[in-house]
């Protein structure tokens, strides 16, 4: 072939290995060349398959977006979408903080301006195994809850970091919402537990952060209907008998009503009051605005006529993009050719009826103790788990922590305007509100949520004045 052939034929395998990530040991089986109807972009992708339990047949479909810019001086992020049982993929990389929206055709993709991967390497999970692609050969994986959840979750970081293995050492940073509120503080748990175990890799864990998060059932099921309350969606006498007859310690998710007969009669004529044509996660939204997607709570099965993926809109269009052959093999999923169709709540999964139930805050405690900030923050315009259980609950935690107030309760500043309220305790414990934004922040204000998370994963309190700044 003579010394230029062979030397160019290097070049051009060298170059190709390059251009599939080869260089950082990224697995180029995984890497996304490019989305259909995608616009072009400088970061790269990944999607595929992380086997947990190669036995009984059950892997996590996960989907990774580098940094924009600088990728391997960024921390890594994980996200997970609540439900329990929704995806990660359709919610939170897709419709909130990734770097795509789908288009109006369900055909094609729109870039997010204000995505989060211009602070921090992104990875998203569709756990536990049912949801989105992610699957088992085993039916009885599908039985799961939190304890397995968390378990599977750990798993899948070990052999994620054997795929990527230069991610190991960098800032690690755990987020979520909704549901996620049981899903991250246990997989930190579970990474701590770890690193206390382990006389070799540890989870390098900055921080936790978890939006409008179900923590302690007893107190965010009744902010649901203070919260009603206090926007003019029910009247008085409806709201003081709920108040003052409904004895929510009692609640539980596996018994949701409540013994006095007066308390179910009130609430049954709130959820009739508020009816169907409010969006439950944005009270200020129309109904069909592309805006929210299907993470019905399970706390909210009191409710029986409370809206369940009102926003068609949105969900119509990530649905048929998601279920469209070339884009699924685009992002190697669906390798077994499921039974079903993708959809943003699994069909399959049953969930623990029980585990919703679980005081979060004690784990939340654990986790501050060992020096880990965890913020908590509040769309204020979500009543399906308000600002007002939330902000209570953080409170409380202080409280049991002996923590003071480092940065007292106020307004926080975007572009000049007010971004939303912040109260610090205890330089660990930060409690935010987001003004204007829903269950799904990063979706109803990007540009505010990307300001905070920015400011979370870059150790920075959230500005106290309207000065100009370069998260602005």
């Given at each position: 072939?003579?010394?230029?052939?062979?030397?160019?034929?290097?070049?051009?395998?060298?170059?190709?290995?390059?251009?599939?990530?080869?260089?950082?040991?990224?697995?180029?089986?995984?890497?996304?060349?490019?989305?259909?109807g995608?616009?072009p972009?400088?970061?790269?992708?990944y999607?595929?398959?992380?086997?947990?339990?190669?036995?009984?047949?059950?892997?996590?479909?996960?989907?990774?977006?580098?940094?924009?810019?600088?990728?391997?001086?960024?921390?890594?992020?994980?996200?997970?979408?609540?439900?329990?049982?929704?995806?990660?993929?359709?919610?939170?990389?897709?419709?909130?903080?990734?770097?795509?929206?789908?288009?109006?055709?369900?055909?094609?993709?729109?870039?997010?301006?204000?995505?989060?991967?211009?602070?921090?390497?992104?990875?998203?999970v569709?756990?536990?195994?049912?949801v989105?692609?992610?699957?088992?050969?085993?039916?009885?994986?599908?039985?799961?809850?939190?304890?397995?959840?968390?378990?599977?979750?750990?798993?899948?970081?070990?052999?994620?970091?054997?795929?990527?293995?230069?991610?190991?050492?960098?800032?690690?940073?755990?987020?979520?919402e909704?549901?996620?509120?049981?899903?991250?503080?246990?997989?930190?748990?579970?990474?701590?537990?770890?690193?206390?175990?382990?006389?070799?890799?540890?989870?390098?864990?900055?921080?936790?952060?978890?939006?409008?998060?179900?923590l302690?059932l007893?107190?965010?099921?009744?902010?649901?209907?203070?919260?009603?309350?206090?926007?003019?969606?029910i009247?008085?006498?409806?709201?003081?008998?709920?108040?003052?007859?409904?004895?929510?310690?009692?609640?539980?998710?596996?018994?949701?009503?409540?013994?006095?007969?007066?308390?179910?009669?009130?609430?049954?004529?709130?959820?009739?009051?508020?009816?169907?044509?409010?969006?439950?996660?944005?009270v200020?939204?129309?109904?069909?605005?592309?805006?929210?997607?299907?993470?019905?709570?399970?706390?909210?099965?009191?409710?029986?006529?409370?809206s369940?993926?009102?926003?068609?809109?949105?969900?119509?269009?990530?649905?048929?993009?998601?279920?469209?052959?070339?884009?699924q093999?685009?992002?190697?999923?669906?390798?077994?050719?499921?039974?079903?169709?993708?959809?943003?709540?699994?069909?399959?999964?049953?969930?623990?009826d029980?585990?919703?139930?679980?005081?979060?805050?004690?784990?939340?405690?654990?986790?501050?103790?060992?020096?880990?900030?965890?913020?908590?923050?509040?769309?204020?315009?979500?009543?399906v788990?308000?600002?007002?259980?939330?902000?209570?609950?953080?409170?409380?935690?202080?409280?049991?922590?002996?923590?003071?107030?480092?940065?007292?309760?106020?307004?926080?500043?975007?572009?000049?305007?007010?971004?939303?309220?912040?109260?610090?305790?205890?330089?660990?414990?930060?409690?935010?509100?987001?003004?204007?934004?829903?269950?799904?922040?990063?979706?109803?204000?990007?540009?505010?949520?990307?300001?905070?998370?920015?400011?979370f994963?870059?150790?920075?309190?959230?500005?106290?004045?309207?000065?100009?700044?370069?998260?602005?």
């Amino acid at each position: 072939m003579g010394w230029w052939g062979s030397s160019g034929v290097l070049f051009l395998f060298g170059f190709l290995w390059l251009l599939s990530g080869g260089v950082k040991g990224f697995p180029s089986e995984d890497l996304v060349l490019r989305l259909p109807g995608q616009p072009p972009v400088s970061f790269k992708q990944y999607a595929g398959y992380v086997d947990i339990d190669v036995k009984n047949g059950r892997s996590l479909f996960y989907y990774f977006v580098e940094a924009e810019e600088h990728p391997e001086k960024k921390p890594l992020t994980l996200w997970l979408n609540g439900g329990p049982g929704c995806s990660s993929i359709g919610g939170g990389a897709f419709t909130e903080l990734g770097p795509f929206y789908p288009s109006g055709d369900g055909r094609g993709l729109r870039k997010n301006p204000m995505s989060w991967n211009k602070a921090s390497n992104l990875l998203f999970v569709e756990s536990p195994a049912g949801v989105g692609w992610s699957y088992s050969n085993t039916s009885s994986d599908y039985n799961c809850g939190d304890a397995s959840t968390a378990r599977d979750m750990h798993i899948f970081f070990m052999n994620w970091y054997e795929k990527f293995p230069s991610f190991k050492s960098s800032a690690l940073y755990l987020t979520g919402e909704s549901y996620a509120g049981h899903y991250i503080p246990q997989l930190a748990i579970a990474l701590l537990d770890h690193n206390a175990k382990s006389s070799g890799f540890k989870f390098n864990i900055k921080g936790v952060a978890i939006g409008n998060p179900l923590l302690k059932l007893d107190r965010d099921v009744p902010a649901t209907y203070e919260y009603f309350w206090s926007h003019g969606m029910i009247s008085d006498e409806i709201g003081i008998t709920i108040m003052s007859e409904c004895d929510f310690e009692d609640y539980t998710f596996a018994s949701p009503h409540n013994e006095s007969h007066s308390c179910n009669e009130a609430i049954s004529m709130a959820n009739q009051v508020v009816g169907n044509y409010i969006n439950n996660y944005d009270v200020i939204l129309d109904v069909c605005y592309p805006s929210i997607v299907e993470q019905e709570l399970r706390l909210r099965k009191m409710a029986s006529k409370i809206s369940l993926g009102v926003d068609v809109c949105m969900t119509m269009e990530r649905k048929f993009y998601f279920n469209l052959p070339e884009v699924q093999k685009a992002l190697h999923a669906n390798r077994t050719k499921l039974p079903y169709r993708w959809s943003m709540c699994s069909p399959v999964i049953n969930y623990s009826d029980t585990d919703g139930n679980i005081n979060i805050l004690p784990l939340l405690k654990r986790i501050i103790e060992l020096r880990i900030p965890v913020w908590i923050f509040s769309g204020d315009q979500d009543s399906v788990v308000p600002l007002l259980g939330s902000r209570t609950l953080v409170r409380e935690l202080a409280h049991d922590l002996k923590f003071k107030i480092t940065v007292p309760y106020g307004t926080w500043f975007h572009k000049g305007q007010v971004g939303g309220w912040v109260i610090e305790y205890g330089n660990l414990l930060t409690f935010a509100t987001v003004r204007g934004a829903a269950h799904m922040v990063p979706y109803a204000q990007p540009s505010r949520a990307l300001h905070l998370f920015s400011s979370f994963v870059g150790g920075r309190r959230l500005p106290n004045s309207t000065r100009p700044s370069i998260e602005d």
